[in-house]
């Protein structure tokens, strides 16, 4: 049985993870019998929004990434960092702003390019060279070109509920509610074909023999 990690950023659309993207991740990877893993970086989120205006809460207490993870989560988060992740299959990275503001410095600077933070960098890089497939949602599109490359398609014409993949690569991408909107059901086509891509790119790999003990005692962060 796979053991996918699934990476929040924290909770809500406009300053964390889109929860509903997370929660459809969570419900595809079960209906294939995988074994779920939770993440966050740890730290606070870069900002508060006020989900029912839109408009940021100035002068509001930080939110733990981890702990607004644990919200979508139900339970315990793991930190993502290099060692936990090494033990998983697979990564999935929903989409949400949290991504970029956790993961890029200079977003929305004017004149300045985004730029994946070196922390980050390395850890999604030793994903790619262990042969970790990653898998990523909506706005996480923004991972694709620091992580692999060009990737030839313009992710802003894809339509809701498709997929592109690498597999030669290790990525597949499917727009999420940044195509769909509040169309779950197209979300959660695409993110089911994604959820196909991700196992076969995996290949069926389990995680590590040496943590078969780790396996039997469910460790935290881990459900299903």
């Not at 870069?46 to 990434?65: C, F, I, L, M, Y």
Request: some cysteine; aromatic content about 6%.
């Amino acid at each position: 049985m796979l053991r996918i990690g699934i990476v929040l950023t924290g909770c809500g659309p406009l300053d964390g993870t889109d929860a509903r993207e997370a929660v459809l991740c969570a419900l595809a990877a079960r209906r294939r019998a995988m074994r779920l893993a939770w993440f966050a970086p740890p730290g606070p989120q870069e900002k508060v929004v006020d989900h029912a205006t839109a408009v940021v809460v100035e002068g509001a207490s930080p939110r733990d990434r981890v702990a607004e993870a644990a919200r979508v989560a139900g339970g315990p988060v793991l930190p993502f960092e290099p060692l936990p992740v090494g033990d998983v299959a697979a990564i999935l990275v929903p989409g949400g702003l949290g991504v970029l503001e956790t993961f890029f410095r200079n977003v929305l600077v004017p004149d300045r390019a985004p730029e994946l933070r070196d922390e980050y960098r390395a850890t999604f890089r030793g994903l790619r060279d262990r042969g970790v497939p990653v898998g990523l949602v909506g706005t996480a599109h923004a991972l694709l070109g620091p992580l692999f490359g060009e990737t030839g398609f313009d992710p802003f014409a894809v339509p809701p509920g498709e997929v592109r993949a690498d597999r030669r690569a290790g990525w597949a991408w499917t727009p999420g509610t940044m195509g769909a909107g509040s169309e779950l059901e197209r979300v959660l086509a695409g993110i089911d074909l994604l959820l196909d891509e991700i196992a076969a790119m995996s290949g069926g790999k389990d995680s590590p023999p040496e943590r078969a003990a780790a396996r039997e005692e469910r460790p935290a962060g881990e459900t299903g």
